[in-house]
């Protein structure tokens, strides 16, 4: 993978075929809230089929890997425990190599976050009277006022404060929800403190990741450009952006280096196929992929042609990330993604069309 994308990569093999290993996000790219997305089953069955690993890699610390394995086996998609990687494992390892053995962790999080600790040899407590070693937060749906502010009592005491991630959102069935990062906001405003972060897009993510799996070529294959696919970008591996999450097509055309996926695809049938190539079309900053032609214009992108919408996005891509250079595109897509019938996000963050 380059460190300065400019054009979204082509495969002439299925990707399921030119990598050994999915490392699958899955709030945004498997399901949302207890819903599998559209075709995402379906998809990582035949994956599986044609001998691709699979390997669901999360930054929502609030359930076991136990538990997000049954949940993904109801859903149609077999899973066991041991391949599920969550951002509680990640962080419980951070706190490890830092406090002694058997040491009280002030936790505030759900029971992924419990079970990682006590794998790791560590005790979760409650209390900021507990004379905790380390502060931990994790997301959970059920982390109120009291906890919160036991945490800023430890942190206020200099107690070492850890955060499994920082993911602002989380998407659900029902649109956008606060995530792990807004609850440590208010940590933060409490005490002044910075946390040290485990998870995407951090290296502690990406070191658990690989001991976990031991994916030789592996591929990431998420929804978020800052953590999902930063994460791929600082992990030196490629990436898959699916449409189905947070991330929107229009902040993919502004994207700067370090948020630009390898590929991208609606949805997680991208794992299936071959991916188009995207090249220049004779013009200075013009791109084609498929029927569709982009170039950057007098401060806007332009698009000309027909063809498969996902194509369309591709040369945009092309365009878009070759006029910014190292930085982010300001021109305006408005028009060129209208065409595309990808101008409106939908529900829970996914672009329309």
Not at 36 to 61: E, F, K, P, Q
Not at 142 to 165: C, I
Not at 218 to 235: F, K
Request: proline share 7%; with cysteine; net charge negative.
């Amino acid at each position: 993978m380059t460190t300065h994308r400019t054009v979204p990569d082509g495969s002439e093999q299925p990707l399921d075929q030119a990598y050994d290993t999915a490392l699958l996000d899955l709030d945004g790219v498997v399901y949302a809230g207890g819903d599998a997305i559209a075709h995402a089953v379906d998809s990582l069955g035949a994956a599986r089929g044609h001998g691709m690993h699979l390997a669901y890699v999360t930054n929502n610390a609030a359930r076991t890997p136990q538990a997000v394995a049954e949940h993904l086996t109801r859903l149609g998609v077999p899973a066991e425990a041991s391949e599920v990687i969550t951002s509680a494992q990640a962080v419980a390892r951070l706190i490890a190599d830092q406090v002694p053995s058997g040491a009280r962790v002030l936790t505030v999080g759900g029971e992924g976050l419990v079970e990682a600790l006590r794998e790791r040899g560590l005790r979760p407590v409650d209390s900021a009277d507990d004379d905790p070693a380390a502060v931990v937060q994790g997301y959970s749906p059920k982390v109120g006022w009291e906890q919160l502010a036991e945490a800023a009592y430890a942190v206020n005491r200099g107690v070492p404060w850890f955060a499994s991630n920082t993911d602002l959102t989380i998407p659900t069935a029902r649109g956008k929800a606060p995530g792990n990062g807004a609850l440590v906001e208010v940590v933060r405003i409490a005490t002044g403190a910075t946390p040290q972060i485990a998870g995407k897009p951090l290296p502690p993510m990406h070191r658990e990741t690989v001991i976990r799996t031991g994916a030789e070529r592996p591929l990431v294959v998420g929804d978020r450009l800052d953590t999902d696919i930063e994460g791929a970008h600082a992990g030196g591996v490629d990436s898959l952006l699916v449409l189905t999450g947070v991330a929107s097509a229009a902040q993919l055309l502004a994207a700067p280096p370090q948020h630009r996926p390898t590929y991208v695809d609606a949805d997680l049938r991208g794992l299936l196929t071959p991916q188009p190539e995207v090249v220049a079309a004779g013009g200075e900053g013009a791109y084609r992929c498929g029927g569709w032609t982009a170039l950057a214009g007098d401060g806007a992108l332009l698009l000309d042609g027909q063809g498969e919408p996902m194509d369309g996005l591709r040369a945009l891509c092309a365009a878009a990330w070759t006029a910014a250079g190292s930085g982010t595109c300001t021109l305006d897509a408005e028009k060129a993604l209208a065409r595309l019938g990808l101008s409106q996000p939908g529900p829970g963050g996914r672009v329309g069309g």
